[in-house]
């Protein structure tokens, strides 16, 4: 693996990290600390209904509750939430909930900070000048890593897609409280698909073009614990060893994005994501084998490293081989965890040209570790309709 020593690059982790089971108790203090005296808590209805919320609460005084976050956020709920959360005078923000909610508190942030629409954010418009008001996210979900990475991800309905705000520390969280205990009782099918999630973001960072020495150690354990420990975390919910190493995971997967992006499986799923409405983490999933054995030969030596991070014995192996030992056992664990299939997501076949098309259009192209065109695309689209179950 080759290092670049004619490239200066930087890394920002502007989020104070408070882990473990019980870290949720230290949110007053938290709030206290970062001069909140009226939060606005973004969160959804499941969170709500399966009883978290109630555990937050007493840890906050004079709390907005937003609790109307979806999967896959847009612009208009986005909007809606930055509009409560200047009527009401807020002064900062509590995330808790998955990746949807995550992403929808930071970009009520950059709203209630600049004004105007999240659309006018879009990376690549207008730039985020400004830190958005203080933030502690609160994962229960151990996948999008959503509580450190620097993006939020909104889904644009009027063109189908989703786009990505941020690329800048001035929208990362300033604190992360991950309690494992939030996430015991997560149902098997949300376990697997946030776990792949926390994978993909691992592999596509550790192999994309923008990979450096401080993502590539985060990446790396992020999957040596995702291949150690999901299964066990899918198998039984109450686990709490196996919830605590898949929340490292999550964070640690989410560190290894940086300001910049991923690889052609988050292009694939970013934009496919915006034509059906599916769950992130399973479309990601379904497409992640496709990807590394596409790319495969431009990067052996890394996807070699990769196998072994999966606990692949990988001696007596040449690179190559070693590589592809790799992406079978992305495969592998892919099906072990039961992610769907691509027609059980909503797709078909017939949508390959379009899904091929959009994909190419997205940002995330730039980055994967193999030239992807549209007819690459398409092939990789193939591959995941073949290689199910």
């Known amino acids: 693996m080759p290092v670049e020593v004619d490239t200066v690059r930087a890394v920002t982790v502007p989020t104070r990290l408070v882990h473990g089971p019980g870290a949720v108790a230290s949110l007053a203090d938290e709030c206290?600390?970062?001069?909140?005296?009226?939060?606005?808590l973004v969160t959804d209805p499941g969170v709500a209904a399966?009883?978290?919320?109630?555990?937050?609460?007493p840890h906050l005084n004079g709390v907005v509750v937003f609790d109307e976050v979806r999967p896959n956020p847009d612009i208009e709920l986005v909007d809606r939430a930055a509009r409560v959360y200047r009527e009401n005078g807020c002064d900062g923000l509590v995330g808790l909930g998955g990746g949807s909610s995550l992403d929808t508190a930071k970009s009520i942030g950059v709203v209630a900070r600049h004004g105007g629409s999240i659309a006018d954010y879009e990376w690549g418009r207008d730039p985020i000048e400004e830190r958005i008001p203080p933030l502690v996210a609160i994962p229960t979900t151990a996948g999008t890593g959503s509580e450190v990475t620097l993006w939020a991800v909104i889904t644009d309905h009027e063109r189908q897609l989703k786009f990505n705000v941020g690329g800048t520390p001035l929208i990362g969280a300033h604190v992360a409280l991950i309690d494992p205990e939030l996430m015991l009782g997560l149902p098997p099918a949300v376990t697997a698909a946030t776990g792949m999630d926390a994978l993909s973001h691992a592999i596509e960072c550790f192999t994309c073009d923008y990979h450096q020495p401080f993502n590539d150690a985060v990446a790396l354990h992020a999957i040596e614990l995702v291949g150690r420990w999901l299964r066990r975390a899918v198998e039984d919910g109450t686990d709490l060893e196996a919830r605590t190493h898949m929340a490292h995971a999550a964070t640690l997967g989410g560190m290894a994005y940086g300001t910049e992006s991923a690889g052609a499986a988050h292009a694939m799923s970013q934009s496919a994501g915006g034509v059906h409405d599916c769950p992130h983490g399973a479309l990601t999933?379904?497409?992640?084998?496709?990807?590394?054995?596409?790319n495969v030969p431009a990067a052996p030596e890394r996807y070699a490293r990769i196998a072994q991070a999966l606990g692949i014995e990988t001696s007596g192996m040449d690179v190559v081989e070693a590589a592809r030992a790799g992406v079978e056992e992305v495969y592998r664990l892919t099906d072990d965890v039961?992610?769907?299939?691509?027609?059980?997501?909503?797709?078909?076949?017939d949508e390959i040209p379009m899904l091929a098309r959009i994909a190419f259009e997205d940002p995330q192209t730039q980055g994967n570790a193999r030239e992807v065109d549209v007819p690459a695309y398409e092939e990789i689209y193939r591959a995941a309709f073949v290689r199910a179950g």
């Not at 399966?50 to 609460?57: K, Q, S």
């Not at 999933?285 to 596409?294: E, F, H, K, Q, T």
């Not at 769907?340 to 076949?349: A, D």
């Open 50 to 57: 399966a009883g978290l919320v109630d555990r937050v609460l």
């Open 32 to 40: 206290r600390a970062l001069g909140i005296t009226k939060p606005m």
């Open 285 to 294: 999933a379904r497409v992640l084998g496709p990807v590394c054995a596409y």
């Open 338 to 349: 039961d992610i769907p299939t691509m027609e059980e997501l909503g797709f078909s076949e």
